[in-house]
């Protein structure tokens, strides 16, 4: 079992930035994986930016210059820099793993709102 506690959402203006925190414990070792997702009500869950281990970091087409994941394997911690802020960037943030055995594992969720 792997636990997954994600931080840092909030409200923002237009233009702002953030920083999105998330800590894993648990049966660390056997994590592959880790990244963002999102959702807005309605919608799916979205691959927001992913980092997996020995591969090439991946992001959404519309977060491509403005959003950064920073993975620490000796920390067991990933965070989403997320700079120039848009309105359709609101939605909730929740981390993600994925284990060499094919588990995946959720973050509880962080709100991030964009507004003015």
């Known amino acids: 079992q792997v636990q997954l506690v994600d931080s840092g959402g909030g409200l923002v203006q237009p233009g702002g930035s953030l920083r999105l925190s998330c800590a894993a414990s648990?049966?660390?070792?056997?994590?592959?994986?880790m990244g963002w997702y999102r959702q807005v009500p309605g919608k799916q869950r979205e691959l927001v930016a992913t980092?997996?281990?020995?591969?090439?970091?991946r992001y959404l087409d519309s977060v491509k210059g403005r959003f950064t994941i920073f993975r620490d394997n000796a920390k067991n911690t990933v965070d989403l820099q997320m700079n120039s802020l848009k309105p359709k960037d609101t939605a909730v943030y929740y981390c993600?793993?994925?284990?060499?055995?094919?588990?995946?594992?959720w973050g509880q969720g962080t709100q991030v709102t964009v507004s003015s």
């Open positions: 993600h793993a994925g284990t060499c055995w094919g588990d995946e594992y």
């Open positions: 648990g049966s660390v070792f056997s994590i592959y994986a």
């Open positions: 980092a997996p281990g020995g591969g090439t970091t």
